[in-house]
């Protein structure tokens, strides 16, 4: 059993930047593919980013393309969400994600969840 910490949310203004982290112990991360989902309130939980095992691969959703980049460092076990040119529609709860498989995350096939950290972008 693995468990996923994340950290790194808070508020910031529209414009501005974050770095979300996620640390993942009790498992070898490098294992399988990580990744990123947002919920906004009322809303379903959606694809951010996901990265292959080895962290050769990415891929992003159509709305953070070029504004948020994902990143893992397999030797610290942690995978990182960096987000630049918030915008207030970003405000959400992320959520860090390890796959079943090693190529890419999918919402059906989520292995492992952490417990989420709430950005919060002001306009």
């Known amino acids: 059993q693995a468990q996923l910490v994340e950290s790194g949310g808070g508020l910031v203004q529209a414009g501005g930047s974050l770095r979300l982290s996620c640390v993942v112990s009790?498992?070898?991360?490098?294992?399988?593919?990580m990744g990123w989902f947002r919920q906004a309130p009322g809303k379903e939980r959606e694809f951010v980013a996901t990265?292959?095992?080895?962290?050769?691969?990415?891929d992003y959703a159509d709305s953070v393309k070029g504004r948020f980049t994902i990143s893992r460092d397999n030797a610290k076990n942690t995978v990182y969400l960096q987000m630049d040119s918030l915008k207030s529609e970003d405000t959400a709860v992320y959520y860090c994600a390890a796959d079943r498989g090693s190529l890419k995350v999918s919402l059906n096939t989520v292995l492992y969840w952490g417990q989420g950290t709430q950005v919060t972008v002001s306009s």
């Open positions: 990265i292959n095992s080895r962290g050769g691969r990415t």
């Open positions: 009790g498992r070898t991360a490098s294992a399988y593919a």
